[in-house]
């Protein structure tokens, strides 16, 4: 049993709220898999002890959002958490020019990445550049915008459904809609609904969590085995089993496909290995260390 589908609160980190649930779940070590800001809410995966190995399986999944966006201010963050200005007499945009831009939007593949972000430059975030007053040019992310749709519009809040790749900041989509439009707005509330094939609705907020007795808290732990869905799963045996978890390559018959394997003894995920010309099981990625019975 290795990780939890949180429901972040607002106005906390990810990195406190991993804290909060490795120490109400009882693990000594714990990782989440993409960062939702103090502002956001929504479902964070978190992952304990041996299963932080494997958080990258998810970190490149697409995610989907709700984000609500404020008309007629303007701040540093992109967010209504910066340093705001506020604006009067602007244009109000209608329904479909909004939607319009939001079409344009879709077919974007980089937008740039806002100051005020955990990306390093020459190793130091910039959020802490940002900070320091220090000035650096923005440099520009790789992203695919799979959907994107006006929910709701009433002046001067509207709301978004996007469904995009790892590395879309949700302020600097915001962000390119104002230009499009030319009028000023930031990023007023986000909820992470889905990551990957993983729902909200399957997620546990904190509070929740902390109220419940041990053997209800571990029902909403789930094994890690749940996020390598993509991969097939191989079997061996229990001469195959130490050989795996030593690192050493087997010699089996395989009728599968090449690549990346879940591999198990019976119904115990073992790790991941690699399947080369279906003769050869190289392991990857240890999961299970002891004895399998």
């Known amino acids: 049993m290795s990780f939890v589908l949180l429901d972040k609160p607002k106005n906390i980190t990810s990195f406190d709220a991993c804290t909060i649930a490795k120490r109400d779940l009882g693990f000594k070590k714990a990782g989440h898999s993409g960062t939702l800001d103090p502002l956001a809410t929504g479902l964070l ?26 008309f007629g201010c ?47 430059l020459a190793g130091t975030p910039m959020y802490r550049l940002a900070r320091r007053g220090i000035s650096f040019g923005r440099v520009k992310q790789s992203i695919k915008i799979f959907e994107i749709k006006l929910l709701n519009f009433s002046y001067p809040k509207f709301k978004v459904l996007l469904r995009s790749s790892k590395g879309t900041y949700v302020r600097s989509v915001g962000e390119e809609l104002s230009n499009r439009l030319k009028v000023s707005l930031v990023l007023n ?20 969590l902390k109220n419940l007795d041990k053997k209800q808290k571990m029902q909403y732990v789930k094994p890690v085995e749940e996020i390598l869905s993509d991969f097939p799963k191989v ?6 089993v130490k050989k795996f978890q030593n690192g050493m390559t087997i010699n089996i018959k395989l009728s599968t496909d090449l690549g990346l394997h879940k591999v198990f003894k019976n119904n115990t995920f073992i790790g991941l290995g690699e399947v080369i010309d279906r003769q050869i099981l190289k392991p990857k990625k240890l999961y299970f260390e002891g004895e399998v019975q």
């Open 74 to 120: 303007s701040s540093d963050t992109l967010d209504i958490t910066g340093n705001l200005t506020k604006y009067r007499d602007e244009k109000v945009p209608d329904k479909h020019e909004i939607q319009n831009a939001l079409e344009e939007i879709k077919n974007l593949k980089e937008l740039l990445v806002p100051s005020f972000s955990a990306k390093k």
């Open 235 to 240: 079997k061996i045996g229990s001469t195959e």
């Open 45 to 70: 995966p978190v992952f304990f002890d041996k299963s932080t190995k494997f958080i990258q399986f998810l970190m490149n999944k697409d995610k989907t959002y709700e984000a609500e966006f404020l």
């Open 189 to 208: 509330n986000l909820r992470r609904k889905k990551v990957g094939g993983f729902d909200l609705d399957k997620s546990i907020g904190l509070d929740e």
